[in-house]
């Protein structure tokens, strides 16, 4: 299959509402040109260096999410371009995006639903207090909360990770923060993901076929 055959066999399983982060994480950028063509606009990148090199080279109406982890000294490399940050864990990259980003910042808080020592991400127990303080932050605005739940050999067994964070988000609303947006569900797991009423899905393998290193 290629690349707008696999795109369009996602596409047709979201509905309405749900959009469709196409990762790209090392794959080249005649790759992305391809899925661009077939009509995607919301791209995915995991490395502040990849991001930089890439996006001055493809069509400026693309939309970067940047999904990955954020180091402090490559803030630099993705404020230009993010128009979301899935993984933010501190309050001082918001504050250091905001200053180097051309208009406001919009991000979503990593949440480690699952509580593992091998993953980035903010304890749940911790997420009442990032969130009242992010949303001090001036030229921030705090969409939602993003999670990588613990791998399942069966999707479906995801569902109560992805209820979860979901639930988190209800608590945290009822405390007065909007989120409007979770991001939540990848190739193997994203139609699970919608049922939790997930605002992004992030598909990387599903689309552009196996990552390579
Ligand atoms: C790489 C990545 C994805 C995409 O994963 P696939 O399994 O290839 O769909 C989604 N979210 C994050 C945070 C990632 O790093």
């Known amino acids: 299959m290629s690349i707008a055959e696999r795109l369009r066999a996602v596409r047709d399983g979201l509905p309405p509402g749900v959009g469709l982060v196409a990762v790209s ?6 790759a992305i040109q391809e899925a661009y063509d077939a009509g995607q606009r919301d791209f995915g990148e995991s490395y502040a260096q990849e991001l930089r090199d890439k996006a001055p080279l493809l069509p400026a109406d693309i939309r970067w999410h940047f999904i990955g982890a954020l180091q402090k000294n490559k803030l630099k490399y993705v404020a230009p371009w993010a128009y979301r940050v899935h993984g933010l864990t501190e309050v001082d990259q918001a504050v250091g995006l905001v200053k180097r980003a051309p208009g406001p910042v919009h991000g979503m808080v990593n949440v480690n639903v699952g509580d593992e020592g091998s993953k980035v991400g903010v304890p749940e127990v911790a997420v009442p207090d990032l969130l009242d303080r992010l949303a001090e932050v001036e030229g921030f605005v705090l969409c939602g909360l993003m ?27 009822a405390r007065g923060h909007a989120l409007p947006e979770l991001s939540m569900g990848m190739s193997h797991d994203w139609e699970h993901a919608i049922r939790h009423g997930t605002r992004w899905v992030r598909v990387g393998t599903a689309i552009f076929g196996p990552r390579e290193g």
């Open 25 to 30: 994480k090392t794959h080249p950028v005649s």
């Open 147 to 173: 999670c990588i739940p613990p791998f399942t050999e069966d999707p479906a067994d995801a569902e109560p990770w992805f209820a979860r964070l979901a639930a988190l988000a209800a608590r945290e609303r």
